[in-house]
């Protein structure tokens, strides 16, 4: 049985910084591509992130150069990097599994099979 759990939820000033973790088990996390997604009120969940089991990433314009995303496969954990937070990044983000050995990156929620509870993000202004 495949488990994301995400953790480093918090509140966090605009401009701050936050790391959020993934912990992956029931797979064999160095072939999968492991992606992060966000969800505001009232929107759609959106790609924020993607690392490929090769350490490609792909990372959304809208966090382009404020967020990273990084893997450690002998931990089996994705992480994503958020400094210079704004207001317009408080949103619950979640973690997603997709594989073993894609070809391309996957942006699109659809794509993705396996995915975490999900992990709030408030940033206040």
């Known amino acids: 049985q495949v488990q994301l759990v995400e953790s480093g939820e918090g509140v966090v000033q605009a401009g701050g910084s936050l790391r959020l973790s993934c912990a992956a088990s029931?797979?064999?996390?160095?072939?999968?591509?492991m992606g992060w997604f966000r969800q505001a009120p009232g929107k759609e969940r959106e790609f924020v992130a993607t690392i490929m089991w090769n350490g490609a990433t792909n990372v959304a314009d809208s966090v382009k150069g404020r967020f990273t995303i990084s893997r450690d496969n002998a931990k089996n954990t994705v992480y994503l990097q958020m400094n210079s937070l704004k207001a317009e990044d408080t949103a619950i983000y979640y973690c997603a599994a997709v594989g073993p050995w894609r070809v391309y990156a996957a942006t699109g929620r659809d794509e993705y099979h396996y995915w975490g509870q999900g992990t709030q993000v408030t940033v206040s202004s």
């Open positions: 029931g797979l064999s996390f160095s072939t999968y591509d």
